[in-house]
């Protein structure tokens, strides 16, 4: 088994959750759900840059001050505009705190030893050979990934930006968890507009940095995208675990839907997914995209635009 660490990435509301579950459902992969160590939008939001303040951590009263911090909630509560990711709130709940400080202090103590650790504690947890992350902002630090981990491997999911759209926007409404959405919420087009112009910069993004890294990283960076996921799971997951060198088990395939849309809560892959959004996209949306992404979308199969 040569893959020791697996990293899934692409654009919100592309189906990284979902390929997170599938992975998750082998015996042999453990992916923790989502950590913005090496950053978010901005790179300044990464919980790397955030751990620094404690200093040089070759020195060890520095580290217990840094695991300190983590567990005694001043991590949560310096997320002053948005929740604090979800993972470090699992580490707190299940991994010691004495186990996970003395960890770090028989590190090297850089920047990719916490990153490990964060994830070699969910993998050890679950009693899996294999560990990875979920994080879809790390789609812009596919090149720190592939330079810290030479045996890992990344996923990266995409999906037709109208249907990002038309996700993201179903969950703002339903959860408004941060500032600007809370305050965009009774304007109903400045959402819209707002989350389009969103989802166009960072989809866009992915797609240019997705033709890079497929060049750059042809053994080790795998793109799929979310409509041919939904619509024929089997051959897609088998194609998936060749990639990755690992087993294809049937538990892969039975996936309950936890994203907050249209199949909450439901069982098996939803295969209106790749085109639901075509219901529920207002037309001058729709011509938005094509506007401005039209050749990308039929670079990428969506040629419906």
């Given at each position: 088994m040569s893959t020791q660490c697996v990293f899934v990435v692409g654009a919100s509301r592309s189906g990284t959750t979902l390929m997170h579950?599938?992975?998750?459902?082998?015996?042999?992969?453990?992916?923790?759900?989502e950590n913005h160590?090496?950053?978010?939008?901005?790179?300044?939001?990464?919980?790397r840059y955030r751990l620094r303040k404690f200093g040089d951590l070759s020195d060890d009263e520095n580290v217990r001050r840094m695991v300190d911090y983590l567990y005694s909630g001043g991590f949560q509560r310096d997320s002053k505009h948005r929740p604090v990711s979800y993972h470090w709130l699992w580490i707190i709940e299940w991994v010691d705190k004495?186990?996970?400080?003395?960890?770090?202090?028989?590190?090297?103590?850089?920047?990719?030893?916490?990153?490990?650790?964060?994830?070699?504690?969910?993998?050890?947890?679950?009693?899996?050979?294999?560990?990875?992350?979920?994080?879809?902002?790390?789609?812009?630090?596919?090149?720190?990934l592939m330079e810290w981990f030479p045996d890992g491997k990344v996923i990266h999911m995409l999906r037709d930006p109208r249907g990002v759209y038309v996700?993201?926007?179903?969950?703002?409404?339903?959860?408004p968890v941060t500032f600007p959405f809370k305050q965009l919420q009774r304007f109903d087009f400045l959402l819209k507009f707002f989350i389009a112009l969103q989802t166009t910069a960072v989809w866009f993004e992915g797609v240019l940095r997705a033709a890079s890294y497929r060049k750059r990283y042809p053994n080790r960076y795998y793109l799929l995208r979310f409509e041919d996921l939904v619509t024929e799971p089997d051959s897609h997951i088998r194609k998936l675990c060749?990639?990755?060198?690992?087993?294809?088990q049937d538990e892969m395939l039975k996936q309950e839907v936890v994203s907050i849309g249209f199949r909450w809560k439901e069982f098996g892959f939803d295969e209106k997914a790749a085109t639901r959004w075509k219901e529920?996209?207002?037309?001058?949306?729709n011509a938005w995209f094509s506007f401005w992404v039209g050749s990308y979308l039929k670079k990428y199969g969506y040629v419906d635009c």
């Amino acid at each position: 088994m040569s893959t020791q660490c697996v990293f899934v990435v692409g654009a919100s509301r592309s189906g990284t959750t979902l390929m997170h579950r599938i992975l998750n459902s082998s015996s042999q992969i453990a992916i923790t759900n989502e950590n913005h160590f090496l950053g978010h939008l901005v790179p300044w939001e990464g919980a790397r840059y955030r751990l620094r303040k404690f200093g040089d951590l070759s020195d060890d009263e520095n580290v217990r001050r840094m695991v300190d911090y983590l567990y005694s909630g001043g991590f949560q509560r310096d997320s002053k505009h948005r929740p604090v990711s979800y993972h470090w709130l699992w580490i707190i709940e299940w991994v010691d705190k004495d186990d996970f400080l003395q960890r770090i202090l028989d590190s090297d103590r850089t920047d990719r030893a916490l990153f490990t650790t964060m994830m070699q504690v969910y993998a050890d947890h679950f009693g899996k050979p294999i560990m990875g992350e979920k994080t879809p902002a790390h789609f812009r630090y596919v090149s720190k990934l592939m330079e810290w981990f030479p045996d890992g491997k990344v996923i990266h999911m995409l999906r037709d930006p109208r249907g990002v759209y038309v996700s993201d926007l179903r969950r703002r409404k339903k959860l408004p968890v941060t500032f600007p959405f809370k305050q965009l919420q009774r304007f109903d087009f400045l959402l819209k507009f707002f989350i389009a112009l969103q989802t166009t910069a960072v989809w866009f993004e992915g797609v240019l940095r997705a033709a890079s890294y497929r060049k750059r990283y042809p053994n080790r960076y795998y793109l799929l995208r979310f409509e041919d996921l939904v619509t024929e799971p089997d051959s897609h997951i088998r194609k998936l675990c060749d990639f990755l060198e690992v087993e294809f088990q049937d538990e892969m395939l039975k996936q309950e839907v936890v994203s907050i849309g249209f199949r909450w809560k439901e069982f098996g892959f939803d295969e209106k997914a790749a085109t639901r959004w075509k219901e529920h996209i207002d037309p001058w949306v729709n011509a938005w995209f094509s506007f401005w992404v039209g050749s990308y979308l039929k670079k990428y199969g969506y040629v419906d635009c």
